[in-house]
Nanobody, 124 residues
């Protein structure tokens, strides 16, 4: 059973940068694709970023492309989300997710394992 623990969320101002971390345990980290999703109050959970097993492939929606970067350190069983030029609309609970798929996935239903989330609040 894979366990995921997110950290790094906090209150920041618009334009600031923030790095989220997701530490995993209980599984072979290199065998999982990893994703970041977010959910704002009253909204559906949405895709933010994903990275392939070896870390050579990444994907982002247009809303964060060029501002967010996902990366992974397989030796540390950790995935990161670097967020730059933050906007108030980035405010949400950010979740880390993992799945044994061979290919990057983009929807919440495609991911088997989830963390509890870390809150990011961006003030204007």
């Amino acid at each position: 059973q894979v366990q995921l623990v997110e950290s790094g969320g906090r209150l920041v101002q618009a334009g600031d940068s923030l790095r989220l971390s997701c530490a995993t345990s209980g599984g072979a980290f290199g065998n999982y694709i990893m994703g970041w999703f977010r959910q704002a109050p009253g909204k559906e959970r949405e895709f933010v970023a994903a990275i392939s097993r070896p870390g050579t492939g990444t994907a982002y929606p247009d809303s964060v492309k060029g501002r967010f970067t996902i990366s992974r350190e397989n030796a540390k069983n950790t995935v990161y989300l670097q967020m730059n030029s933050l906007k108030p609309e980035d405010t949400a609970l950010y979740y880390c997710a993992a799945d044994e798929s061979l290919y990057i996935r983009y929807t919440p239903n495609d991911y088997q394992y989830w963390g509890q989330g870390t809150q990011v609040t961006v003030s204007s």
